[in-house]
């Protein structure tokens, strides 16, 4: 994919900030807050010509730029003032930016009946757009990559990334901290694109459709730090003043292909997955993340493989929260990642197993962690910026609450609980763990079977679970592993080295 220089996202954040407004909205109004906004930012917002006549601010020759500089252009635009003290914009055909540098090029926009209803909404401008269709369409070239020494051949990129049935709302309040607001719906979000690459002697394309999706966002600026980027005196500052982070997003399925001409990897992609939704927070207290989706499924065809590969899986969750300033009374942390009823197709199997020796059942894989800790984000990113000695995360406790795995018959499960001491300068553990391990065994002597391992590789797997684990059952194994005081670590009752 191309390069963007950073001014290519701001503007479009710029397009649609506001300062403080009256109750009723002039034309004049919303186009002085854009030149407003786009200043503090370090952009140019200017029009060719302005007309104002019966409140309708016509502006023709429209762009927003760094000051002597290319940036977005847009051939016309209207602003209406509405009975209700609303505003409405209506942008023309044309909106688009040239790409100079290294990355030439030009990404365009187009749109059927985008429209965008600037409003008054607690003493700062929300906005209320949108379009049957919004396209972004790009064509770029950038240099490659030389082999041999000689002149590089350039690298073509295109592609286009659309929304259709867009609708949402983008709020701009201020306050005491200033606070912005995203909110987006669309029918569909779809993507094609397409890369040739000479020098590597690739050419490749794809394409993507994902149904219903929304997305929220909201971020909120203490008066420290601005939009254009001005920093608080410190991180921990800007922390406590109220900077804040939260995200949401949700969607229906997705469907997709990628096809990859090379004579080193040619292949074939179809790829498949349910809805999902995911989250985000990050302010003073917490950062937290989680991800959910409904299953997958992959399919991959290739000239040097002599059988397509099909990998499918069940439902996948990822989860992962901490504290962020922590220092005096500890807080709580959590890690989850699960990955359901993963299964590769009979004729993926049969290329290294013919003979059917290892079991097919589809693999599991969870690992659920929590517990306590005290740490200080802030005083560690400071830390790092200044070359200080950083302070160290102490964690308290540690509670696995569950670890499997399963693939091929065989499976492994977990469960745990320490403390940690931390007055030695170092966590010394405190707690116990009860491993289990079935069917491994039966796997290995399938491993031996299908050629994957030899019986001497089988010998030294052999020796360590007998060294580490005793039987309970039928290819049955368990393992309970203790931490005591004074570091003392014992494995079924016997203290390690072994």
């Known amino acids: 994919m191309f390069r963007m220089t950073s001014y290519l996202v701001a503007p479009a954040a710029v397009f649609l900030m506001g300062s403080t407004a009256s109750f009723a909205l002039t034309a004049d109004q919303v186009w002085q807050s854009w030149k407003d906004a786009g200043a503090s930012a ?37 602003l209406t003032e509405a009975a209700d003290g609303s505003v409405s914009i209506a942008p023309g055909a044309n909106i688009g930016l040239e790409l100079a540098g290294e990355t030439k090029g030009s990404v365009k926009v187009t749109h059927d009946g985008l429209t965008l209803v600037a409003r008054e909404a607690d003493g700062g401008l929300a906005y209320d757009y949108g ?18 020494g000689s002149p590089a051949p350039e690298v073509k990129n295109s592609g286009t990334v659309g929304l259709a049935g867009l609708s949402g709302t983008y709020s701009d309040t201020p306050g005491a901290n200033r606070a912005f607001g995203l909110d987006m719906k669309a029918e569909t979000l779809a993507y094609s694109t397409s890369m040739d690459d000479p020098s590597l002697e690739m050419k490749q394309t794809s394409t993507s459709t994902t149904a219903a999706v929304e997305m929220a966002f909201d971020l909120v600026l203490p008066t420290s730090m601005s939009a254009a980027g001005g920093m608080a005196p410190d991180f921990a500052t800007a922390l406590n003043e109220g900077l804040s982070v939260t995200f949401a997003s949700k969607q229906g399925e997705t469907s997709g292909t990628m096809n990859q001409e090379s004579p080193y990897m040619p292949m074939n992609l179809t790829i498949k997955a349910g809805g999902g939704e995911a989250s985000g927070l990050f302010n003073k207290d917490s950062l937290s993340l989680k991800s959910a989706g409904s299953g997958l499924e992959i399919e991959g065809t ?42 590769l197709n009979e004729e993926t199997w049969a290329l290294f197993d013919p003979q059917g020796a290892l079991k097919r059942d589809a693999a599991d894989l969870v690992i659920d962690l929590s517990g306590k800790t005290r740490i200080d984000l802030p005083a560690m990113i400071a830390a790092e910026e200044t070359g200080v000695e950083p302070p160290v995360p102490q964690p308290e406790s540690l509670n696995i609450n569950e670890v499997l795995l399963k693939v091929a018959g065989a499976a492994l499960t977990g469960t745990g609980a320490f403390t940690f001491d931390n007055s030695m300068g170092f966590p010394a553990p405190l707690g116990e763990a009860n491993v289990t391990v079935t069917g491994a065994n039966a796997l290995i002597d399938g491993l031996i079977a299908t050629g994957l391992i030899t019986e001497d590789d089988a010998m ?27 570091m003392q670590i014992l494995v079924n009752g016997q203290p390690l080295p072994m």
């Open 302 to 343: 290739s000239g040097m493989m002599p059988a397509p590969v099909k990998v499918t899986s069940g439902p996948i969750e990822f989860g992962l929260s901490m504290p962020v300033t922590a220092a005096e009374a500890a807080g709580d942390y959590s890690f989850l990642v699960k990955l359901s009823q993963f299964s």
């Open 131 to 148: 379009a049957a269709k919004l396209d972004l369409v790009y064509d770029a070239t950038s240099p490659g990559v030389s082999l041999d």
């Open 460 to 486: 030294g797997a052999r020796m360590m679970m007998g060294m580490f684990m005793v039987p309970s059952g039928d290819d049955a194994l368990t393992s309970k592993i203790e931490a005591k005081e004074g």
């Open 42 to 78: 370090g952009l140019e917002v200017k029009a060719a010509t302005e007309n104002n006549s019966g409140g309708v601010l016509t502006l023709n020759g429209v762009s927003i730029a760094p000051a002597g500089e290319s940036g977005i252009t847009i051939s016309d635009m209207t």
